[in-house]
Nanobody, 124 residues
Framework: QVQLVESGGGSVQAGGSLRLSCAVF????????MGWFRQAPGKEREGVAG???????SYADSVKGRFTISQNNAKTVLYLHMNSLKSEDTAMYYC??????????????????WGQGTQVTVSS
C-alpha cells in the first residue's frame, strides 16, 4: 500500500519562502512521476509542478521561476521549494504519484496516489 505524507506547510508573509516535503511509504513498482497540486477555497485543484523519474520537471506558468520541485536520490521524499510567495499561492498543497511515467505532468488525471495535504497561507 502506498502512502504519501506531506509536511512543511505554514503561514508566511508575502515574499517569503517555504519548503514542502512529501514522504513516500510503500512501493510503487514502476518508476512513478511525482507532482504537487494545490486547491484554494472555492477553486478547482490545479497542478503546480511535476517531476519524472529521470529528473525532468514541468511547472505551471503561475509558479515558474519561483517554485522548484525535486526528489532525494532514493526517491522516497519529494520536495517543493517555494520562493517569492504571493497571497495567491495560499492553498492546500497535495503531493501525488503516478504508476509509471513517460514525462513530467501536472495533470491530476495521470496521478493515482494522493497525500492528505498541507496548508500554505501567505499574508500580504
Amino acid at each position: 500500500q502506498v502512502q504519501l505524507v506531506e509536511s512543511g506547510g505554514g503561514s508566511v508573509q508575502a515574499g517569503g519562502s517555504l519548503r514542502l516535503s512529501c514522504a513516500v511509504f510503500g512501493y510503487i513498482y514502476v518508476n512513478p512521476c511525482m507532482g504537487w497540486f494545490r486547491q484554494a477555497p472555492g477553486k478547482e485543484r490545479e497542478g503546480v509542478a511535476g517531476i519524472a523519474s529521470d529528473g525532468r520537471s514541468s511547472y505551471a506558468d503561475s509558479v515558474k521561476g519561483r517554485f522548484t520541485i525535486s526528489q532525494n536520490n532514493a526517491k522516497t521524499v519529494l520536495y517543493l521549494h517555494m520562493n517569492s510567495l504571493k497571497s495567491e499561492d495560499t492553498a492546500m498543497y497535495y503531493c501525488a504519484a503516478s504508476r509509471g511515467c513517460m514525462a513530467p505532468s501536472t495533470r491530476s488525471a495521470e496521478f493515482r496516489y494522493w497525500g492528505q495535504g498541507t496548508q500554505v497561507t501567505v499574508s500580504s
